[in-house]
């Protein structure tokens, strides 16, 4: 083994690893991740760049994202394939790009199947997802076969481009795992019916890519590790495939959790971290190779922890690979701690995705970016103030120093993190935490003249005293102008969340947006009269929440309903003016755990209100013209912010270079993304 800094802390991370007639440097793969950066123009070009950085930042193994072996197996229309030799005569930019530093690639073959969202869907039966509307056809014997070659030419072609071996995506309710449960397969053929019979669609596959590459080239089968899904598979039935896929020819069992369409949540911050370690602790103990454990594994601590017990032999991270792409050298360096955390928030990531744009990441701006971005110093150090120790201060502060600036940062409370320290109250968001330790070491190792408690002037910042400013002075709430505003039983979200104020039984929260469905889910989770901690995640609490049967005795490791009712420890009202439905600038792959959190625990949501005054008996409000009482005990005023920007109107107008960020610049539609975003930008023009 190779010793380094960091061997004695991770010796198990990194532990080489012979897979055929290939050594992974590390036990640390990037997991497969559909980023669209390849339906961009010049986008193999953008992808290989953003893969070689990974690369050389040490990761193990990189899984691409999924190419569709046949046009039907397309995810959408226009996405990656790899069906022809001129396809993979220009996919060798991307792996040349990767072994030039060392690295080991694997091109991920993905046939969509009933979640294809185009016309041409196949699936084994023509049984429709509730999440596509696209109805699927059953597919005929002779398409099965034709697709089983197809998938074998799609190997053939990844190996002539240079990959090291393919994985083949058995998971997430794609074609192979539909072929696999009753729940998507009810032919009465020889690829439905028994155990036996559903399992051969994929056993097929991989016996046939293994006759057809040889030994010499990797293959790994994604296997669907808990379907979370009625009807899905129970866990003996996935202990089963895994052997046949085993003795089929795989090298590695990589794990999946949930279907797409699943109504358990599986990767974002409400998850524990680790939650899902058991399902690849199962099967590590069923077969002989390999076993990859995969999901909400951010911290190379926890991945450490994960090997040492034996519960797998490798870890998968995706996301985490966007937010630090040196990850795995931090780990060899023994300097885990300036890693730059993953806190699966999803914003800049599946957000972003599912709405038809490139994936990049809330904490690294860079990520799916690298091309926009200048690495080197800048070319004249400046002196520079920025105003505000927010998520975009902090980030203007941390690139500015890093590009050679001589940088103060100004911060007018005792603390840097601005909003982000009202995070922390949210059940799963205490993740922010890791972001302030990541912006607030960068700004150490820059040597950034951090002032806390101080809130300079224009003149202060004026007369010469710097050469730039940025002011990222953030917003303070709005107050709305309803009579009664200033009764006692009105509180605001800072003052609730921050624990200066705490709220009684029955709550009235004025406002339905981000911060609203924050502020109801933190009330849901705390006793009447608490303060806010910290609120670490428990994984026996969160199989309880969302009825995961972790025995995996019952189809798709559910116990019952997930969206079965909870109790709660308050009567809850949300309120909103617009008749729009509420939550809908939620984010899409996390606003439905909130949504589905509160309607277990009977809040109530009410959009069209026009609100008329708060007295003692709670907030009157009118709804659909008719006068309404909410009976509360506190009102919590959840109205959107107001931007912080007089100090920049006065640098402007005194002549100061001044740049404006975040919410300071623009306090509707505020978000840590677009602050961190800004902050990195201004800093890079600088
Ligand atoms: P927001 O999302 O803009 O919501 C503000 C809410 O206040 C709206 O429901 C709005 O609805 C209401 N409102 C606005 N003016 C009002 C007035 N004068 N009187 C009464 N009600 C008024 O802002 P936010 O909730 O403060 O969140 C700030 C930012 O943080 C947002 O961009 C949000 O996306 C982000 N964030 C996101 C999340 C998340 O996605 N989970 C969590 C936290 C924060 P009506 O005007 O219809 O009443
Ligand atoms: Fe992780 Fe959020 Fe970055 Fe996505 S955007 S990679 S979830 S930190």
Redesign the pocket.
């Known amino acids: 083994m190779q010793t380094s800094p960091g061997t004695s802390l991770y010796p198990h991370l990194l532990a080489p690893l012979k897979v055929g007639r290939s050594t992974l440097r590390n036990r640390m793969i990037m997991g497969s991740m559909h980023t669209r950066l390849d339906m961009e123009e010049n986008g193999l070009h953008k992808m290989a760049v953003f893969l070689a950085e990974r690369a050389r930042g040490e990761i193990g193994l990189i899984i691409t994202g999924g190419y569709a072996p046949n046009t039907a197996g397309l995810i959408e229309p226009g996405g990656p394939i790899l069906t022809e030799h001129a396809q993979a005569r220009e996919l060798q930019q991307v792996t040349d790009a990767v072994h030039r530093h060392d690295g080991k690639i694997c091109l991920q073959i993905l046939h969509a199947g009933r979640y294809a969202r185009q016309e041409e869907c196949l699936g084994p039966s023509d049984i429709r997802s509730r999440i596509n509307r696209f109805p699927p056809r059953a597919m005929t014997p002779a398409e099965i076969e034709q697709t089983i070659s197809d998938y074998v030419r799609c190997a053939l072609l990844a190996r002539e481009a240079g990959f090291d071996g393919v994985e083949i995506m058995g998971s997430e309710g794609y074609l192979i795992n539909e072929f696999t449960v009753l729940r998507t397969n009810d032919r009465s053929d020889a690829w439905g019916g028994s155990a036996e019979n559903r399992h051969r669609f994929p056993v097929e596959l991989v016996s046939k890519v293994r006759a057809a590459v040889g030994q010499d080239f990797i293959i790994i089968y994604r296997i669907s590790a808990i379907d979370l899904v009625e009807g899905g598979a129970t866990g003996e039935e996935i202990v089963s495939l895994a052997r046949k896929v085993e003795a089929a020819g795989a090298d590695i069992l990589n794990t999946g959790i949930g279907w797409h369409e699943a109504r358990v949540p599986t990767i974002a911050y409400p998850i524990p971290r680790g939650a899902w370690r058991f399902a690849a602790a199962r099967l590590k103990r069923a077969v002989g190779i390999p076993v990859v454990a995969s999901n909400r594994i951010n911290k190379p601590e926890l991945a450490e922890e994960i090997l040492a017990v034996g519960d797998s032999d490798l870890v998968s991270m995706a996301r985490p690979l966007l937010a630090d792409p040196h990850f795995a050298k931090k780990v060899r360096e023994g300097n885990g701690g300036a890693i730059n955390v993953c806190i699966a928030c999803n914003q800049a990531c599946l957000d972003l995705i599912f709405s038809d744009r490139s994936a990049s990441c809330l904490v690294n701006p860079r990520a799916c970016r690298e091309t926009e971005f200048d690495e080197g110093p800048a070319a004249t150090p400046r002196k520079v103030a920025v105003v505000g120790a927010g998520a975009g201060g902090l980030a203007a502060a941390a690139e500015a120093s890093r590009r050679g600036h001589r940088v103060t940062l100004f911060e007018a409370s005792d603390r840097i993190g601005g909003q982000l320290n009202l995070a922390r109250a949210v059940p799963g968001k205490s993740e922010f935490d890791e972001m302030l330790r990541y912006f607030g070491g960068r700004i150490d190792e820059g040597g950034v003249d951090l002032q806390l408690n101080k809130s300079p002037t224009a003149r202060d910042l004026g007369n010469g005293n710097f050469e730039a400013v940025v002011v990222a002075s953030g917003v303070h709430p709005?107050i709305?102008?309803?009579p009664g505003i200033d009764h006692p039983k009105v509180v605001f979200y800072n003052d609730l969340l921050s624990g200066k104020r705490h709220a009684g039984h029955r709550v009235a929260i004025?406002?339905?947006?981000?911060?609203?469905?924050?502020v109801a889910e933190y009330l849901c989770h705390s006793q009447p009269d608490e303060g806010p901690k910290a609120r670490g995640l428990d994984i026996a609490e969160f199989q309880r929440e969302w009825n995961i049967d972790s025995s995996l005795t019952q189809p798709g490791g559910l116990a019952g309903d997930p969206l079965a009712p909870r109790s709660s420890p308050r009567e809850i009202t949300l309120l909103?003016?617009?008749a729009t439905r509420?939550g809908v600038?939620?984010?899409v792959s996390?606003?439905w755990i909130?949504r589905s959190s509160l309607a277990k625990r009977d809040v109530k949501i009410l959009a069209g209100v026009s609100?008329q005054r708060i007295d003692d008996a709670g907030l009157h409000v009118l709804l659909d013209g008719v006068p309404r009482v909410i009976g509360a005990d506190t009102i919590v005023i959840?109205?959107?912010?107001v931007s912080n920007r007089e100090l920049f109107d006065e640098l402007s107008a005194a002549g100061v270079e001044a740049h404006v960020i975040g919410g300071a610049k623009e306090a509707?539609?505020?978000?840590a993304m677009r602050a961190v975003e800004e902050g990195m930008r201004i800093a890079q023009a600088l």
């Open positions: 709005r709305p102008d309803i004025v406002g339905a947006g981000g911060i609203g469905f924050d909103q003016r617009k509420p600038g939620l984010g996390t606003g909130l609100y959840c109205a959107g912010q509707s539609e505020l978000d």
